[in-house]
């Protein structure tokens, strides 16, 4: 059986016409699907007949809404969405003066085994299909009520280790007769699957891509984060400067600060040796603290200091707005926690 909502415009159109469907058919339905319907016999205006062909052939995938949090402090929800097959994945959404943005997973669970990670423990269950990526989007921005108009890939699991779904989803997401989110609103991170983030690069995608770094130097990354052994940093930021110089476009990289592991002054001057010159901005995180990890954020002050020698030292660096803590938004925790 075909999942409809996992069908690319021009599959879903060859699908119909294989049925003996006129061409035009593929957008009605596909315009159904991406408002939400989940139940064929809700679109109206598709005969009985037709309704009855797709039926023997495909399905539409659906999520339920296992448990949703609200938080007190900045109205940042959390949604623990339970797929078709009893697997749980994580979806947030959050409020900002550009107006909503929504991070969604792309696995169940995640192989890459970095050690700041919730999401990563107990690895990888499976990937999603392309369907079940565009249904975070759908059915939470249903549940709200209001426009998303921004996502970040951000949440359980690597996406480009779900390379050929994830590009399907991007498709769909921004289609004109879908929900049309344009590309400039979109990121998607990764751990740094180099031959993912070359190939990525031809797409003619205009996403943001960011990076998770998260340290200046092999020995440092080679602790927290596994990727390392395949693919070294120097092979990562060469990999990055092709990306900028054939997209154009300006890549985020992403730092979770640990204390004693990767924040001192010399990490600092390092990070920035190491990305001179790129097109590029770094994002501060504090690391989450996740209970079988021993990794902690240090205070205000350290987070200060190393933004401000980065800074002084020539590079755009930020430092990422706290959100949700109160309802543990940080990715893989409320999975963690229910399972």
């Known amino acids: 059986m075909l999942d409809l909502r996992s069908m690319e415009y021009g599959e879903l159109e060859a699908f119909l016409m294989e049925l003996g469907e006129p061409k035009f058919r593929a957008k009605q339905v596909f315009s159904w699907l991406m408002q939400g319907v989940d139940d064929i016999s809700e679109m109206t205006n598709i005969s009985k007949k037709t309704k009855e062909l797709i039926l023997e052939k495909a399905y539409i995938s659906r999520l339920r809404i296992r448990e949703k949090y609200i938080s007190k402090l900045?109205?940042?929800?959390?949604?623990?969405?339970?797929?078709?097959?009893?697997?749980c994945i994580e979806t947030v959404v959050m409020e900002y003066k550009h107006g909503l943005s929504v991070c969604i997973s792309s696995q169940v669970g995640c192989r890459m085994g970095c050690g700041f990670c919730a999401s990563t423990i107990g690895g990888l269950y499976r990937s999603l299909s392309a369907g079940e990526i565009?249904?975070?989007?759908?059915?939470?921005?249903?549940?709200?009520?209001?426009?998303?108009s921004n996502i970040v890939m951000m949440g359980i699991g690597e996406p480009l280790d779900n390379y050929d779904n994830v590009i399907k989803f991007?498709?769909?997401?921004?289609?004109?007769?879908?929900?049309?989110?344009?590309?400039?609103?979109?990121?998607?991170?990764?751990?740094g699957l180099v031959d993912k983030i070359r190939k990525l690069a031809n797409e003619n995608l205009p996403i943001t891509l960011s990076v998770s770094l998260h340290a200046p130097n092999n020995e440092i990354r080679d602790k927290i984060m596994p990727v390392n052994k395949k693919y070294r940093v120097e092979e990562l930021i060469e990999?990055?400067?092709?990306?900028?110089?054939i997209t154009n476009r300006r890549i985020s990289f992403e730092y979770s600060l640990i204390a004693g592991v990767n924040d001192s002054e010399e990490n600092a001057y390092e990070l920035a040796k190491l990305l001179k010159g790129m097109l590029c901005h770094i994002n501060l995180i504090p690391v989450n603290h996740v209970e079988e990890r021993e990794f902690y954020k240090g205070d205000a002050?350290?987070?200060?200091?190393?933004?401000?020698?980065?800074?002084?030292?020539?590079?755009?660096?930020?430092v990422r707005r706290e959100l949700g803590s109160d309802i543990s938004a940080s990715c893989g925790q409320l999975r963690k926690k229910v399972l």
């Open 74 to 87: 900045d109205g940042t929800v959390k949604y623990l969405f339970e797929l078709d097959d009893g697997n």
């Open 134 to 148: 565009l249904n975070q989007v759908i059915y939470a921005q249903k549940d709200i009520g209001k426009r998303i």
């Open 170 to 191: 991007l498709h769909n997401v921004n289609h004109p007769d879908g929900l049309n989110i344009g590309y400039r609103h979109i990121s998607l991170s990764t751990c």
């Open 239 to 245: 990999a990055c400067r092709e990306y900028i110089k």
């Open 301 to 318: 002050l350290s987070i200060r200091n190393f933004q401000d020698k980065l800074m002084s030292l020539g590079m755009n660096a930020t």
